[in-house]
C-alpha cells in the first residue's frame, strides 16, 4: 500500500456526505483506493468514524460472490435499518420526477455469532446460525456524483452504494433458501405498476452467506447475533414513487407493504 495513501482522509469526505446526503466528486487521488486492500481500509475507516460520530454499530452486511478481481462486501449502519413506513432517504432526481432506488432483496437474521476462530465455518455452521429470513429493500444511493466515472475500488469504498435496508414481513426459510427466482410485482397507489422477473445472481441465495463468514473469519472479523445479511438483488435497482403506498410481491413467497418519502438534509 502506498505510503501517501491515507485511509483516514477518504473515510472523512466519504462519511459527511452520508450524514449530509451529499454527492460529490471522486475523491482527492492522495485517498483514492486504487486496488481491493486500499478500497477495504476506506471502508473500516468510513465504519470507524460513522459510528464514532453517529453512535452507530453495524447491523448488517451486503455480499455476494466474489466476481473475477472483486470483492462483493460492505456493512449496513443499524441506524439506516427500518421496518416501518414511510421510510425516509436520499433520492434521485428524474424525468419523472424525485425516485426512491431499491434493489429487491431477502435478508438472512443471525440468531448466534460466527466470530474469529482457527477453523473455517461450513455451510451447516451457517444454515445453523441463521433464525429467520425476511423480505428486504436494499435503499440505494451513492456519495459520488457520477459513480460510472469510478474505478471499482472507489465504489467498494463507499459501501457500493448501501444507504440502508427495509426490513420486510418473514417468509417461510426452507422455501427462501431454494428461491433462485420468482415474480416480482410492484403495485403503487399512484396507479404505476412494475413487473420484473426476479433471479438471484448467485442461483442460490444462501450462497454468499457462506462465501462471507469466512471472508469476515479471514479478516479477524464475524457476523454477530442479531445482524441481518442480503446477498445480491433479485431484480437489480428498481426507481419508485415518493409519498405513494407500493405493495411489493414476491410470487410464493410473499407480500409487503412500504412507502418512502425524500430524506432533506440538515
Not at 477518504?10 to 446526503?21: K, Q, S, T, W
Not at 431477502?106 to 448466534?112: D, E, R, V, Y
Not at 460510472?148 to 463507499?158: K, R, V, W
Request: aromatic letters at 8%.
Amino acid at each position: 500500500m502506498s505510503q501517501l495513501f491515507n485511509a483516514a482522509d477518504a473515510a472523512a469526505i466519504l462519511v459527511e456526505r452520508r450524514i449530509d446526503g451529499a454527492q460529490g466528486e471522486r475523491l482527492p487521488e492522495v485517498c483514492r483506493p486504487q486496488d481491493l486492500e486500499q478500497a477495504l481500509a476506506v471502508q473500516a475507516a468510513v465504519t470507524e468514524r460513522w459510528c464514532e460520530q453517529m453512535d452507530d454499530s453495524i447491523g448488517g452486511w451486503k455480499c455476494l460472490l466474489p466476481p473475477e478481481n472483486k470483492l462483493v462486501v460492505g456493512p449496513i449502519y443499524t441506524r439506516t435499518i427500518d421496518s416501518i413506513p414511510p421510510v425516509s432517504l436520499w433520492t434521485k432526481t428524474s424525468p419523472e420526477g424525485e425516485r426512491a432506488r431499491i434493489e429487491p432483496e431477502l435478508a438472512f437474521f443471525f440468531g448466534s455469532d460466527l466470530l474469529p476462530r482457527s477453523e473455517p465455518y461450513t455451510p451447516a455452521d451457517v444454515d445453523a446460525a441463521i433464525t429467520r429470513t425476511h423480505m428486504a429493500l436494499e435503499l440505494i444511493n451513492s456519495r459520488y456524483a457520477d459513480p460510472a466515472s469510478c474505478e471499482f475500488p472507489e465504489m467498494l469504498a463507499d459501501g457500493l452504494v448501501n444507504q440502508g435496508l427495509f426490513i420486510g414481513p418473514e417468509v417461510d426459510s426452507a422455501s427462501a433458501a431454494a428461491a433462485s427466482s420468482f415474480t416480482i410485482t410492484l403495485k403503487c397507489a399512484n396507479g404505476e405498476v412494475i413487473e420484473r422477473q426476479g433471479q438471484h445472481p448467485n442461483t442460490h441465495p444462501r450462497a454468499p452467506l457462506y462465501w462471507l463468514a469466512e471472508f469476515l473469519r479471514s479478516c479477524g472479523q464475524g457476523i454477530v447475533a442479531g445482524q441481518a445479511v442480503i446477498t445480491g438483488s433479485y431484480a437489480g435497482v428498481l426507481e419508485v414513487p415518493l409519498n405513494t403506498g407500493i405493495q411489493i410481491d414476491y410470487a410464493g413467497l410473499g407480500s409487503m407493504q412500504v412507502s418512502f418519502t425524500a430524506k432533506n438534509a440538515v
